[in-house]
C-alpha cells in the first residue's frame, strides 16, 4: 500500500510539473510573440494591393483582451491615416510599384477631412504616370470620394454608387422626458449651444438649424468639389437629385446608371477586376482566379523606413471624445494626453509640439487639463502648433487656444464655444410609482444634487454660476489666443459651429493646411532645417498587434478569395438602424452619464471620425438597444 501512495505522488507530481512547464512555455512564447516586431516581407514587383477593410482613424482604438473574450466590440481592422498617405506617396517614386488597386468593398469610412488628404496621395501616383483602380461593390460618400482620384473605378454588376450627403435626424426627448415624469435640469451658456435641445425640445431650435445647416452646406459643397475637380464628368445632382429618374433610365439597374452618371467607369467582379490588374502588372500563377502580382499594404508598409533624421518633432493626438482619467487611444483621456506631453516636455528632446485634433470635445475638466500641460510646454520656448482635421469643436478648440499657429482644412468644423451640463431627477417619476420622498436639510445646499427629491434653486444657482465662470474663460482663452476683445469672441462664440473657410475669416484658425504643413511651420519656427515627427504614446500596443496581424493574415494579397465580399445597397441603408442605436445610446449617456461640465458639440458628433467599435452601442445605459436593433449583417 505504502508503494503504491509513494507511486501516486510521483505520478501526480510528474503532471504537475509538466503542467508548469507548459504554461511556462505557453506564457514564454505568448510573450516573444507580443514582444517581436512582424519582420517586413518581400516587395514583389506588380501592383500595391490596399484592402480597406475598416475605418481610417487618427488613432487606433486599444483592442482590449476583454471585449474579445466575450465577444463585445468589432473587430475591423483599422487603417492610420498617416500610415496610409505614406505608403501611396512612396509607391508613386518606387519602380517596383506599376500600380495601385484599392478595394472598397467593406471600406469603414472616413473623415472627409481625411480622406481628401489620402486623395491627394493618390493623385501624386497617377501624376508618377501610373494607374490607380479600384472597385467596389457599393460606393458610398467615403468611398466614392477616395475613388473618384482613380484613374478607373470598378463597380459590381449588383451593386452601384449611393451618395447621401451630409444630414440626417436627429432624437429628441422632451415629451418622452414628461411622460415619464423625468426633469432634465440643464444648464448652459450659448444661444447656439444645441447639445442640450434634445432634452428640453421636441425640435432643433432655429438658431440652431441655422448654424448647423450652413456648415453641412458648406462641407457638402467641398466634397462635391473635390469629387469634381478629380472627375469632372460626374454628374453628381443627377446622381443626388434626381436619384429615381436617374435609377429608371437604367431600369433601376444601379451599376449602368453609376456609369451613365460618370460615376464608375467598367462594370465587373473581382475576377475581371483582378484580370485587368493583370493585364497591366502581371498575373500570380500560384493565387486563384483573378489574381495579380502584388504586394499588401502591411507588407508594404512594414517595408517603408522610418524617418529618423534631424531634429524630433513631437505629435501628440487628440481623437474621439474628450473625457477625464487615462482612456484611450481612441478616445482622449485627458490625464493620459497631458501626461504624455509633460514627459515630452520634460525629456528635452523635442524641437516643437504639434497638436492634432479630431475631436467634437467632451469634459471641460479634460479638456483644461490638456490645455495646460501645452502651456507647460510652451513655457520652455518651444513652438505649439495645432493641426485641425475633421472636428476641432467646443473642447476641441478649448485645446487649442495655446497654439502659435493653428492649421485646418476648409471643411473641418471647429468653434462651439460654449458649455452645458445637464442633471436628470426623477422626483415626479418616483412619485407615479408610488415611491414616496422626504428629507432633512440644515441648508439649502444639504442632499444637493438631490436626484429622488429635486434640485433646489440654491443647488441650480450653483451650477448654473459654475457653467457661466466655465464660459467665461473659455471665451478668454479664445481672446487671449486670437489677440481679440472678450466682447468680439463672444459675438462669435455663443455655442455656435464653424466651417474651416467661416472660421479663418473670422480668425478663429490661421492657415490651411494638413499636418504635414503644420510640422513644417513648426520646424521652421523651431529653426530645424532637417526634422522628423515623433508620435507621442504610438508604442506599438503588444497584443493589438497581434490580435490585428491574426485578423489581417489572409487579406494582405490580391488573390479573390483573400479579399472581403462586401455589402449590397440594400444593406448598407439598412445598416443605419445602428446609426440611430448610437444616437439612444449616447443620449442616454449624456442625460444619465453624471458627467460634469461639458464643452462638447452634439451636432459634430455625427461627422466624427468613424471607430473600429462604432457599430456597437456603449455598454451600460445603452446596451439593450444591441438587443433592440441587433448587429448590421450582409445583406443577400
Given at each position: 500500500?505504502?508503494?503504491?501512495?509513494?507511486?501516486?505522488?510521483?505520478?501526480?507530481?510528474?503532471?504537475?510539473?509538466?503542467?508548469?512547464?507548459?504554461?511556462?512555455?505557453?506564457?514564454?512564447?505568448?510573450?516573444?510573440?507580443?514582444?517581436?516586431?512582424?519582420?517586413?516581407?518581400?516587395?514583389?514587383?506588380?501592383?500595391?494591393?490596399?484592402?480597406?477593410?475598416?475605418?481610417?482613424?487618427?488613432?487606433?482604438?486599444?483592442?482590449?483582451?476583454?471585449?474579445?473574450?466575450?465577444?463585445?466590440?468589432?473587430?475591423?481592422?483599422?487603417?492610420?491615416?498617416?500610415?496610409?498617405?505614406?505608403?501611396?506617396?512612396?509607391?508613386?517614386?518606387?519602380?517596383?510599384?506599376?500600380?495601385?488597386?484599392?478595394?472598397?468593398?467593406?471600406?469603414?469610412?472616413?473623415?472627409?477631412?481625411?480622406?481628401?488628404?489620402?486623395?491627394?496621395?493618390?493623385?501624386?501616383?497617377?501624376?508618377?504616370?501610373?494607374?490607380?483602380?479600384?472597385?467596389?461593390?457599393?460606393?458610398?460618400?467615403?468611398?466614392?470620394?477616395?475613388?473618384?482620384?482613380?484613374?478607373?473605378?470598378?463597380?459590381?454588376?449588383?451593386?452601384?454608387?449611393?451618395?447621401?450627403?451630409?444630414?440626417?435626424?436627429?432624437?429628441?426627448?422632451?415629451?418622452?422626458?414628461?411622460?415619464?415624469?423625468?426633469?432634465?435640469?440643464?444648464?448652459?451658456?450659448?444661444?447656439?449651444?444645441s447639445a442640450v435641445e434634445p432634452f428640453i425640445r421636441n425640435d432643433f431650435s432655429p438658431e440652431a438649424k441655422t448654424a448647423t445647416t450652413a456648415v453641412y452646406d458648406a462641407r457638402w459643397r467641398d466634397w462635391q468639389t473635390e469629387v469634381k475637380t478629380a472627375r469632372p464628368r460626374a454628374d453628381i445632382a443627377l446622381a443626388t437629385q434626381e436619384?429615381?429618374?436617374?435609377?429608371?433610365?437604367?431600369?433601376?439597374?444601379?451599376?449602368?446608371?453609376?456609369?451613365?452618371?460618370?460615376?464608375?467607369?467598367?462594370?465587373?467582379?473581382?475576377?475581371?477586376?483582378?484580370?485587368?490588374?493583370?493585364?497591366?502588372?502581371?498575373?500570380?500563377?500560384?493565387?486563384?482566379?483573378?489574381?495579380?502580382?502584388?504586394?499588401?499594404?502591411?507588407?508594404?508598409?512594414?517595408?517603408?523606413?522610418?524617418?529618423?533624421?534631424?531634429?524630433?518633432?513631437?505629435?501628440?493626438?487628440?481623437?474621439?471624445?474628450?473625457?477625464?482619467?487615462?482612456?484611450?487611444?481612441?478616445?482622449?483621456?485627458?490625464?493620459?494626453?497631458?501626461?504624455?506631453?509633460?514627459?515630452?516636455?520634460?525629456?528635452?528632446?523635442?524641437?516643437?509640439?504639434?497638436?492634432?485634433?479630431?475631436?467634437?470635445?467632451?469634459?471641460?475638466?479634460?479638456?483644461?487639463?490638456?490645455?495646460?500641460?501645452?502651456?507647460?510646454?510652451?513655457?520652455?520656448?518651444?513652438?505649439?502648433?495645432?493641426?485641425?482635421?475633421?472636428?476641432?469643436?467646443?473642447?476641441?478648440?478649448?485645446?487649442?487656444?495655446?497654439?502659435?499657429?493653428?492649421?485646418?482644412?476648409?471643411?473641418?468644423?471647429?468653434?462651439?464655444?460654449?458649455?452645458?451640463?445637464?442633471?436628470?431627477?426623477?422626483?415626479?417619476?418616483?412619485?407615479?410609482?408610488?415611491?414616496?420622498?422626504?428629507?432633512?436639510?440644515?441648508?439649502?445646499?444639504?442632499?444637493?444634487?438631490?436626484?429622488?427629491?429635486?434640485?433646489?434653486?440654491?443647488?441650480?444657482?450653483?451650477?448654473?454660476?459654475?457653467?457661466?465662470?466655465?464660459?467665461?474663460?473659455?471665451?478668454?482663452?479664445?481672446?487671449?489666443?486670437?489677440?481679440?476683445?472678450?466682447?468680439?469672441?463672444?459675438?462669435?462664440?455663443?455655442?455656435?459651429?464653424?466651417?474651416?473657410?467661416?472660421?479663418?475669416?473670422?480668425?478663429?484658425?490661421?492657415?490651411?493646411?494638413?499636418?504635414?504643413?503644420?510640422?513644417?511651420?513648426?520646424?521652421?519656427?523651431?529653426?530645424?532645417?532637417?526634422?522628423?515627427?515623433?508620435?507621442?504614446?504610438?508604442?506599438?500596443?503588444?497584443?493589438?498587434?497581434?490580435?490585428?496581424?491574426?485578423?489581417?493574415?489572409?487579406?494582405?494579397?490580391?488573390?479573390?478569395?483573400?479579399?472581403?465580399?462586401?455589402?449590397?445597397?440594400?444593406?448598407?441603408?439598412?445598416?443605419?438602424?445602428?446609426?440611430?442605436?448610437?444616437?439612444?445610446?449616447?443620449?442616454?449617456?449624456?442625460?444619465?452619464?453624471?458627467?460634469?461640465?461639458?464643452?462638447?458639440?452634439?451636432?459634430?458628433?455625427?461627422?466624427?471620425?468613424?471607430?473600429?467599435?462604432?457599430?456597437?452601442?456603449?455598454?451600460?445605459?445603452?446596451?439593450?438597444?444591441?438587443?433592440?436593433?441587433?448587429?448590421?449583417?450582409?445583406?443577400?
Amino acid at each position: 500500500m505504502k508503494v503504491a501512495r509513494l507511486v501516486w505522488k510521483i505520478l501526480v507530481g510528474i503532471k504537475d510539473a509538466l503542467v508548469l512547464a507548459l504554461l511556462l512555455l505557453f506564457f514564454g512564447g505568448l510573450s516573444l510573440a507580443l514582444s517581436l516586431k512582424p519582420a517586413p516581407g518581400r516587395v514583389h514587383e506588380g501592383a500595391l494591393a490596399i484592402t480597406l477593410d475598416g475605418p481610417v482613424v487618427e488613432e487606433r482604438t486599444a483592442i482590449k483582451a476583454s471585449a474579445l473574450l466575450f465577444g463585445s466590440g468589432s473587430n475591423q481592422h483599422q487603417f492610420l491615416a498617416r500610415d496610409l498617405v505614406r505608403s501611396i506617396e512612396a509607391a508613386a517614386t518606387d519602380s517596383r510599384i506599376r500600380a495601385v488597386t484599392l478595394d472598397l468593398d467593406d471600406f469603414g469610412g472616413g473623415s472627409q477631412v481625411t480622406l481628401a488628404r489620402i486623395g491627394a496621395a493618390i493623385d501624386a501616383v497617377r501624376h508618377a504616370g501610373k494607374p490607380v483602380l479600384a472597385h467596389a461593390v457599393v460606393y458610398d460618400d467615403g468611398a466614392l470620394q477616395l475613388a473618384a482620384h482613380a484613374s478607373e473605378i470598378w463597380v459590381d454588376p449588383l451593386g452601384g454608387v449611393l451618395v447621401r450627403g451630409p444630414g440626417g435626424t436627429g432624437l429628441f426627448f422632451r415629451d418622452l422626458l414628461d411622460r415619464l415624469k423625468i426633469k432634465a435640469h440643464v444648464f448652459k451658456v450659448g444661444t447656439y449651444k444645441s447639445a442640450v435641445e434634445p432634452f428640453i425640445r421636441n425640435d432643433f431650435s432655429p438658431e440652431a438649424k441655422t448654424a448647423t445647416t450652413a456648415v453641412y452646406d458648406a462641407r457638402w459643397r467641398d466634397w462635391q468639389t473635390e469629387v469634381k475637380t478629380a472627375r469632372p464628368r460626374a454628374d453628381i445632382a443627377l446622381a443626388t437629385q434626381e436619384t429615381a429618374r436617374w435609377l429608371a433610365a437604367s431600369d433601376g439597374d444601379a451599376a449602368r446608371a453609376a456609369i451613365k452618371a460618370g460615376l464608375a467607369d467598367t462594370i465587373g467582379d473581382k475576377v475581371a477586376f483582378g484580370r485587368h490588374v493583370a493585364e497591366l502588372v502581371g498575373s500570380d500563377k500560384t493565387g486563384t482566379a483573378g489574381a495579380y502580382q502584388a504586394t499588401g499594404y502591411r507588407t508594404y508598409l512594414a517595408s517603408l523606413p522610418e524617418q529618423r533624421a534631424g531634429k524630433p518633432i513631437a505629435v501628440v493626438t487628440v481623437a474621439g471624445d474628450i473625457v477625464d482619467g487615462k482612456a484611450g487611444p481612441g478616445t482622449a483621456g485627458g490625464d493620459r494626453i497631458a501626461t504624455l506631453i509633460d514627459k515630452a516636455a520634460a525629456s528635452g528632446d523635442y524641437a516643437a509640439l504639434v497638436v492634432r485634433i479630431d475631436s467634437p470635445g467632451g469634459s471641460v475638466l479634460a479638456s483644461e487639463r490638456i490645455r495646460a500641460a501645452i502651456v507647460r510646454f510652451k513655457a520652455a520656448k518651444l513652438p505649439v502648433v495645432v493641426s485641425m482635421g475633421n472636428l476641432a469643436a467646443s473642447g476641441g478648440y478649448w485645446i487649442a487656444t495655446p497654439a502659435d499657429r493653428i492649421f485646418a482644412a476648409p471643411a473641418t468644423i471647429t468653434g462651439s464655444i460654449g458649455i452645458f451640463a445637464v442633471i436628470p431627477s426623477f422626483e415626479a417619476a418616483l412619485g407615479r410609482v408610488g415611491i414616496g420622498t422626504d428629507g432633512i436639510r440644515t441648508t439649502p445646499l444639504s442632499g444637493q444634487p438631490d436626484l429622488a427629491g429635486g434640485l433646489s434653486p440654491a443647488m441650480e444657482a450653483v451650477i448654473q454660476s459654475e457653467i457661466d465662470v466655465g464660459y467665461r474663460r473659455f471665451v478668454g482663452l479664445v481672446a487671449e489666443s486670437r489677440h481679440q476683445t472678450p466682447a468680439a469672441i463672444d459675438t462669435i462664440a455663443q455655442g455656435r459651429i464653424w466651417d474651416g473657410t467661416t472660421a479663418r475669416k473670422l480668425g478663429l484658425v490661421d492657415d490651411f493646411g494638413d499636418l504635414d504643413a503644420a510640422l513644417a511651420w513648426a520646424a521652421q519656427r523651431a529653426g530645424a532645417a532637417k526634422w522628423h515627427a515623433v508620435y507621442l504614446g504610438d508604442k506599438p500596443d503588444s497584443f493589438g498587434a497581434v490580435v490585428q496581424q491574426i485578423l489581417s493574415d489572409e487579406d494582405d494579397s490580391a488573390s479573390d478569395e483573400a479579399r472581403g465580399t462586401g455589402r449590397d445597397i440594400v444593406a448598407r441603408v439598412a445598416g443605419a438602424r445602428m446609426t440611430l442605436a448610437g444616437q439612444l445610446a449616447g443620449s442616454l449617456d449624456r442625460l444619465l452619464g453624471g458627467h460634469g461640465a461639458q464643452a462638447y458639440c452634439l451636432e459634430c458628433a455625427g461627422l466624427a471620425m468613424p471607430r473600429a467599435d462604432a457599430a456597437a452601442p456603449a455598454a451600460g445605459a445603452g446596451a439593450w438597444l444591441t438587443l433592440l436593433f441587433g448587429a448590421p449583417g450582409p445583406g443577400a
